[in-house]
């Protein structure tokens, strides 16, 4: 009988190490329980995680659910908020009152009807996503996405996370530990073994010897020290694409303790890229994602001081490379990598943590018996992934392609040569028919769904021809669709609570356990 696949070893801690090692663990929970399965964990006590990336998707709640998690002690040790879209500022034209919405929420009866058209026709003079849904007045209006009655992970609006990564991942390692059967190894990697076959059969650590396992997952971070270094899977760049090479990191404090807190990231444009705003309960994480190709770090860091304030001049943002691309193949012989050993792509979206987790459950689902099919396996994973990278660089780059600001930085992103030709294509499909449903998505879990599309795209002032006729029969429907959104924005705005306001309840009572 071919060699059955009984251990996953996981090198690398961080979110993608813990996020990986639970959603494998909770899945296999009877089989860890039963003494015929393991996972591990190896990680490094000498090198800090970067700790950058604190936005998240609407499928982090799924994941920690899953895993057992509470939502209360969640919000408690990983200094998390709510986060219910992205609001993009100055990205079209670069003035004051410049800015759109990519809400979290789907535009009312999304699955019945499509509401481009009817809002290209209609002269409201209200953009498409406070148009379609409810969730960019919350959000202007400082509201949370649920009640303190809302039990855990239940919404009342649609709603992912803001969190403290250096917090989040020593709350996943003890749950994962204490609750899940996670093997938790301090040990510094220093070489793997290979089989003659090409396959890792263990790793060498300087403190706990040699670890063996079946399925090795790479979480070793930008290093990938298995997948790139040992295996020798070369790396895919995507800088001619995405300009981005750079951010400046800086946490700053609020005003007062009880100061105003958005439920929602802000991206706001820049002359060579965009800064980043993320409110957390104890702090704002800011950053400035820049080219350096069109702005010296000089530049840069002036750009972010003038965005926080001069009272926030004594205090030093972190650089960080931006290497946006990913691994050539995810998936090489007995080895997978996931979070930065597999790629990195500007954060103007939050996908880092969701392919983690999406990667992960991928693996869980997927888990082959034994290394006879795993290859098989592996290129199913190898397929998905290609698929998911590709869409996730398409997406990132629709955000520049419809720019008016004058700047190079911006003006070099609308060089045909720099727009991947699906996008192109799509381009010049949406200037006669909007993206919509299953229109031009084809397959399960896209990360992002033609709603998000349609928000980027309207948002910034993009138009598709209607042919009135075309949309008579969905006319009746489409008004009273857009009527309901109007009423439900209206409910909404009298029944939740301030964003800060939450958060403390949630913090001195908890939510309810389901």
Known sequence: MSQRIQSVVIVGGGTAGWLTAGIIAARHQGRIKMGGFSVTLVESPNIPIIGVGEGTWPTLRSSLEKMGISETDFFRHSDAAFKQGAKFARWTTGGDSDFYYHPLMLPQGFTQVNLVPHWLRSDQGRNFSDSVCPQEQLCEAGLAPKLITTPEYRAVANYAYHLD??????????????????????????????????????????????????????????????????????????????????????????????????????????????????????????????????????????????????????????????????????????????????????????????????????????????????????????????????????????????????????????????????LKNLLHLWKYQSPWFFDEFDRLEEVFPAASYQYVLYGMGFRTEVDPAENADTESAAAQLLRENAAMTQKLRSQLPKNRDLLRKIQEHGLQRL
């Not at 070489?191 to 263990?202: F, Y």
């Not at 702005?295 to 931006?322: F, W």
């Not at 795993?374 to 190898?382: L, Q």
């Open 165 to 422: 990564a250096g917090k989040f991942a020593p709350f996943l390692t003890k749950h994962c530990v204490e609750k899940l059967g996670v093997r938790h190894v301090l040990a510094d990697v220093l070489a793997a073994n290979q089989a003659e076959s090409g396959d890792i059969k263990g790793v060498y650590t300087k403190q706990a010897g040699e670890i063996t396992g079946d399925l090795f997952v790479d979480c070793s971070g930008f290093s990938a020290l298995l997948l790139g270094k040992t295996l020798g899977v070369g790396f895919k760049e995507c800088s001619d694409v995405l300009f981005c090479d750079t951010a400046l990191a800086l946490q700053i404090p609020y005003d007062t303790p009880d100061a105003p807190m958005a439920s929602h990231t802000i991206s706001t444009a820049q002359s060579a890229g965009w800064i980043w705003d993320i409110g957390l309960p104890t702090r704002r994480g800011t950053g400035y994602v820049y080219s350096s190709r069109h702005s010296s770090e000089e530049e840069a860091r002036a750009t972010l001081l003038r965005y926080v304030g001069p009272q926030h001049k004594d205090r030093e943002a972190r650089k960080i490379a931006i290497r946006s691309g990913h691994r050539q193949t995810f998936w090489k012989n007995n080895c997978v990598a996931v979070g930065l050993a597999a790629g990195f792509l500007e954060p103007l979206e939050s996908s880092a943590i969701v392919l983690i987790e999406l990667s992960a459950k991928l693996i869980a689902e997927q888990l082959p018996a034994n290394r006879d099919v795993m290859d098989i396996v592996a290129a199913r994973f190898n397929d998905v992934n290609h698929y998911r990278w590709g869409r996730i660089i398409d997406f990132l780059k629709l955000h520049y392609v419809l720019t008016q600001r004058p700047e190079p930085f911006w003006r070099d992103n609308l060089d045909p040569g720099s727009i991947p030709d699906r």
